[in-house]
């Protein structure tokens, strides 16, 4: 009963203050206006939702056309491919590794699909870009010779100076270049870049890359007004591909051009060379060359230098830092830019198709060309003093590979014929041919 009573008596209470003191019209109106208010904000609030959404929805399509997802290629996927049977080929079978393993995670790297013309300066041709400033170095023909230093500064020519007449066949094998530069030019390529395409059949990566960078870089203008390809990726991939493959490559043409009796020749020991005789032949070697080609002084200088280094006695911490940290670093930078130059949409076309077939063609002709004047010379020469025809393969310029696989096949044939010294005659002087003729090339083509 208490609590009804006290139930009545609030209702009562309220009833009264209620009648002694009315709500305006004015309050009522702005109570109205504040509902209103409220329904309007709810609204607001309810557009402003589906326009977030929206623009979430937007965020998530925009962040799905940048993924690679989005923007690869089957060209983007062929490349990928390539680079990993780049890989491959280094780990499983040890086919140059430290030159492989970089072009192949290049080529990884340079094919991983983006969007292009969206100002993201990523790819290797998109100026502002990492890759770009990286690449810069082999656009203008830094790289190469800083290579040769090191190549200099690990190189012995004693085996070269102890018998010289070796050096034609390092001179012979060269024959490669200039067919391939032949075939270029009937298959209609300028003259300048044909060059760049023979320089592959010197098997000299640093060489090739050097010399495409001056003449087929997409930079120079033509007579006609056009300007060159850049055929520097096609190139260089091509040239190291050939020089990882020798083992591959060559022995069938050595087997093929000579017979079991011409295998099992056994040549001279080579002659000591005294210290004088290693100290002034990279400095004779440097004055002689670069007189005949001073357009490939760049290399030549770099490769002679750093073989004075070696050789000098005096400088061994500068020829320590030329064979090892320096040409190492060179050797990350050049084969990591090399490989991302392969970009899809600049990589895959029909010229480097025919860049690959000629550069085939071109080594399989420079060693054959070795290994037949290798016989040739064994004509004028007495018994005593022939030339083991197989050391003719090593005049191409895959130091040191070339001169191994020499030494390898003149084993099946005779286990106790050691022609590892006798073929890094040929093989140095391969070296330097190739260098002269791209010196050669690049006078008369530029």
């Known amino acids: 009963m208490r609590k009804l009573i006290t139930v009545f008596g609030i209702i009562v209470i309220l009833g009264l203050i209620s009648f002694t003191f009315p709500v305006s019209t004015d309050k009522t109106e702005a109570a109205d206006n504040t509902e209103l208010s409220i329904d309007q904000s709810e609204n607001q609030q309810s557009v402003s939702t589906e326009k977030n959404e929206s623009d979430a929805e937007k965020g998530i399509f925009r962040f799905l056309s940048y993924t690679g997802f989005a923007n690869a290629t089957p060209g983007h996927f062929i490349m990928l491919a390539v680079g990993l049977f780049f890989i491959f080929l280094a780990i499983r079978f040890d086919y140059e590794p430290l030159l492989l393993i970089p072009i192949g995670v290049g080529i990884l790297i340079g094919n991983i699909p983006f969007m292009l013309d969206a100002g993201l300066k990523l790819g290797i041709y998109e100026s502002g870009s990492v890759l770009n400033y990286l690449y810069f170095g082999v656009t203008a023909g830094i790289y190469p010779p800083l290579i040769f230093l090191g190549i200099g500064a690990m190189t012995d020519f004693s085996s070269l100076i102890s018998n010289p007449r070796l050096m034609l066949l390092g001179a012979a094998a060269q024959v490669g270049i200039f067919a391939t530069f ?12 044909a060059g760049a395409i023979g ?9 090739a890359i050097f010399l495409s960078s001056k003449l087929a870089n997409g930079i120079n203008i033509l007579p006609d007004g056009t300007t060159v390809q850049n055929l ?18 060559q022995p069938p043409i050595m087997r093929f051009l000579t017979s079991k009796k011409e295998r099992k020749i056994r040549m001279k020991s080579p002659r000591a060379v005294t210290k004088l005789e290693k100290i002034l032949f990279p400095i004779i070697g440097l004055l002689f060359t670069a007189f005949i080609s001073p357009s490939a002084l760049p290399l030549l200088g770099m490769l002679f230098f750093g073989n004075i280094l070696k050789e000098s006695g005096v400088t061994k911490r500068l020829a320590d830092t030329a064979r090892n ?12 830019t090399v490989g991302a130059s392969t970009q899809a949409d600049v990589f895959l076309t029909d010229q480097s198709i025919l860049i690959f077939i000629l550069g085939a063609l071109s080594f399989m002709v420079a060693t054959a060309g070795g290994v037949i004047f290798a016989k040739v010379m064994n004509l004028f020469l007495s018994a005593e003093n022939k030339i083991n025809p197989l050391i003719g393969a090593a005049g191409v310029s895959a130091v040191p590979d070339s001169a191994r696989v020499v030494h390898t096949e003149g084993l099946k044939n005779d286990p106790n014929n050691h022609l590892l010294m006798h073929a890094m005659a040929p093989n140095v002087s391969g070296v330097i041919g190739s260098a002269v003729a791209a010196g050669i090339l690049l006078s008369f083509l530029l």
């Open 182 to 193: 032949i075939g270029a030019l009937i298959l209609g390529f300028h003259p300048a870049e």
């Open 199 to 207: 320089i592959i059949g010197g098997a000299d990566g640093p060489t």
């Open 232 to 249: 520097i990726g096609p190139i260089a991939i091509a040239a190291y591909s050939y020089m990882a493959l020798v083992p591959v490559i």
């Open 325 to 336: 940290s320096m040409i190492d670093i060179v050797t990350i930078l050049l084969g990591l």
